[in-house]
């Protein structure tokens, strides 16, 4: 473990210190910690790299042809989809996570492609990483 300093504006301390409380962090380091993970991640999306996320989508089941239509282009993605969860969330609407892990554009061509559907009330693609190049 390594320590180094850091300067920072009183206002700008005291707002970090709020989002630390707000967040349950036990102290400034694990939160900085956390803050430069998730520019690692988003570095790998960027650059490339493989990676892993989630693609969450919210529909009603009972729109024609709605769930074919998604099986199908769930199908075509088979490649990255390495599992899928399928949530009835009342009568009407379902909630669908779909696991991804592969190369950043296919998963957000998937992730549009299953938003742009007529029937998807909502879509989202949470970013993630492998793990192999984050500590």
Known sequence: MLRFGVSLE???????????????????SEAIRDLIRQELVKKEWLEGKEVAGAITVIYNHHRRQLV?????????????????????????????????????EEAKKLADTLRSIKGVKHGTLSMSSTGMDIE
């Not at 009183?10 to 400034?28: G, T, V």
């Open 68 to 104: 074919d239509k998604l099986t199908d282009i769930q199908h075509d993605f088979q490649k990255i989809i390495i599992s899928t969860q399928h949530i009835h969330l009342d009568h009407d609407n379902c909630l669908e996570i779909i696991a991804v892990k592969g190369m950043p």
């Open 10 to 28: 009183k206002e700008l301390l005291e707002k970090f210190d709020r989002l630390i409380r707000e967040k349950n962090y036990s102290n400034r």
